[in-house]
């Protein structure tokens, strides 16, 4: 069962990434045909348009839901031990 676990999960992770580079590319795209910013690399135009990078947002909310997991895991044992 471990290993149907581990290996949905690989699936969802080869989608998601095929799907991030989608985004990326389109992303990509759109901030080139934003005036004034056609002839600045991705980097340049995502720092003048005051855009983080779909990397750093994917890197971001999975803090998060580290985060939101590990205190709801914290808040479920104290619960566990004041009862």
Do not use: W
């Not at 290993?3 to 080869?14: C, I, K, P, R, Y």
């Not at 991030?20 to 991705?42: D, K």
């Not at 135009?45 to 779909?54: G, N, T, V």
């Not at 803090?63 to 895991?73: C, F, N, P």
């Amino acid at each position: 069962m471990l290993s149907l676990h581990f290996h949905v999960q690989l699936m969802q992770a080869e989608h998601n990434a095929a799907q991030c580079r989608i985004l990326e590319r389109i992303q990509r795209r759109a901030t080139h045909t934003v005036p004034g910013l056609g002839n600045l690399c991705y980097e340049e135009r995502l720092e003048a348009m005051d855009l983080p990078s779909l990397t750093y947002r994917r890197l971001k909310r999975a803090a998060i839901e580290m985060y939101k997991y590990v205190k709801a895991s914290t808040k479920l044992t104290r619960q566990a031990c004041c009862h």
